[in-house]
């Protein structure tokens, strides 16, 4: 059966992201799919565009946390659930036109400039501060989420992982290696494809705390709460002076020129196999990173 037939069959009864408020004026967003370790379809995306457009536009709100429910923050992008919805029209926030019913390359190419590239770049742009708090399992498409909060606080069960490169792709869309890593710790993360623990993480400065997961939550809404505490404005023009700055450091140059070598991956693993992830599902890549602990 094809993913889109797939898809129609499947129902998911509960919203793929939920959203509250504390008293501290933080927005608490939890990615809602733990029966699939949250893997990214394109319904939780939106719904967490959505989640992100309540809390920028409600004032008590001042700072964001993103959490993933159940054992792991996030499994990556859909590349396997029932819910998997890569082939249908979404109701998009960017001036890309509909990928669904595109040939060849154009389909992705246009799928992922709007809903992996484009998404990822604006929650990374938003102007209220925001902190991923990962626990588990934090891989490829999820380290995309993470890596456009401003501040990641992990439990000590927590890995960073991009396997991709088994695929031949070099890289998740939202190529920022070698800015959360320095560039040959990023490629060594690459080249090999294995798991980072939260600790080596804290180590090369890609996380801003480890803390032991039963004290996860508590540890992470305390420093929202404290840091909610800082005028609206301030917070504000203090992570676009960051961002700016990162930005003419290449980051975003970089990652526009990188997007494009992924998807001549992409394209080339179409060409000679017929599958633009080069004949790897969510459980053979899991099934692969298994064999390579042995
Ligand atoms: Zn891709």
């Known amino acids: 059966m094809s993913d889109a037939a797939k898809s129609e069959d499947h129902v998911e009864t509960e919203p793929p992201v939920l959203y509250e408020v504390n008293d501290d004026g933080v927005a608490i967003i939890s990615l809602n799919r733990p029966k699939y370790h949250n893997a990214q379809n394109g319904k939780m995306l939106y719904g967490l565009d959505a989640a992100y457009k309540r809390a920028i536009d409600d004032d008590n709100v001042k700072v964001i946390v993103l959490k993933g429910n159940g054992k792991n923050f996030s499994a990556g992008h859909d590349i396997g659930s029932p819910g998997r919805d ?3 029209t979404q109701d998009r926030v960017h001036l890309w036109w509909d990928h669904a019913d595109k040939p060849g390359a154009e389909l992705q ?3 992922e400039q709007e809903a992996y590239l484009g998404l990822t770049r604006r ?4 102007p209220k501060p925001t902190i991923a708090m990962v626990q588990g399992a934090c891989i490829a498409g999820g380290l995309m989420l993470a890596w456009a909060c ?3 606080i992990a439990s000590d069960t927590a890995f960073f992982s991009d396997p991709v490169v088994r695929m031949g792709i070099p890289g998740v869309e939202y190529f920022a290696h070698p800015f959360e890593l320095n560039p040959r710790i990023a490629k060594e993360f690459l080249f090999l494809g294995e798991r980072m623990s939260a600790e080596r993480a804290y180590q090369m400065g890609m996380v801003n705390r480890v803390v032991a ?3 996860l939550e508590k540890e992470t809404l305390d420093i929202a709460g404290r840091m909610a505490k800082m005028p609206r404005l301030g917070l504000s ?5 960051i961002n700016h700055i990162e930005d003419l450091q290449g980051k975003r140059t970089g990652m526009d020129a990188v997007f494009h070598m992924h998807h001549f991956a992409h394209a080339h693993n179409s060409l000679i196999s017929d599958d633009n992830l080069g004949g790897f599902d969510a459980k053979s890549m899991a099934a692969s990173q298994r064999d390579e602990k042995k």
């Open 237 to 241: 023009l203090t992570k676009q002076a």
């Open 86 to 88: 890569a082939h249908e």
């Open 123 to 126: 929650w990374r742009d938003m």
């Open 109 to 111: 190419y246009v799928r």
């Open 213 to 215: 997961l039963d004290d």
């Open 150 to 152: 401003d501040m990641i």
